[in-house]
């Protein structure tokens, strides 16, 4: 892999409401033209999280285009070849998935889902921060790889660490 070309990147989540989409953003950004982001859902719940987009927009975060959409249009002829396919809830690395086209590397970044946060608007907004900080942490150590020096194996065996990288993985109740 040469990182001359852009490298486009899908977040799996099963709604594709809220840590997809905030993956998908906080990549558009942090991957500065390296890296085109996109996200779906097995099941998506067909709008964007108000909260997620309300922080993305807080922090000048790309949000237009965000939907919520089916990762069957991912696997259909003429969509875009993913190089990594990223899932970011535990139901969604579960599920079966579509046979991507080009045969993408894929790895596992679970992180809790903010939306099933009960509480005020302090509690959810604070769920939502502590999901985007572990995608954003996640993210730069995945930007940072030298992509185009790892043989396929190194670089899938590191996609997988970053996922299980110590103090990458959020808990509800983590946030104090």
Excluded at 23 to 50: D, I, T, W
Excluded at 52 to 60: K, N
Aim: hydrophobic letters at 40%; charged letters at 25%.
């Amino acid at each position: 892999m040469s990182t001359d070309r852009v490298f486009n990147v899908l977040f799996l989540c099963t709604g594709n409401s809220a840590r997809s989409i905030l993956a998908e953003s906080a990549m558009n950004k942090l991957g500065q033209g390296r890296f085109h982001a996109f996200s779906a859902g097995s099941y998506p719940k067909g709008a964007v999280s108000p909260d997620a987009l309300a922080l993305l927009e807080r922090l000048d975060y790309p949000t237009e285009g965000l939907r919520s959409k089916s990762w069957e249009e991912f696997s259909q002829p003429g969509a875009p070849v993913m190089d990594f396919v990223f899932t970011v809830c535990d139901d969604a690395a579960g599920e079966v998935c579509p046979v991507w086209p080009g045969h993408p590397m894929t790895a596992h970044w679970g992180i809790e889902d903010p939306s099933h946060v009960q509480g005020g608007d302090i509690e959810r907004e604070r769920a939502f921060v502590m999901a985007l900080n572990y995608l954003e942490n996640r993210i730069r150590l995945f930007i940072s790889l030298p992509i185009d020096k790892l043989e396929a194996t190194a670089l899938t065996a590191k996609l997988r660490e970053i996922g299980h990288a110590e103090g990458s993985t959020a808990r509800r109740g983590d946030a104090a």
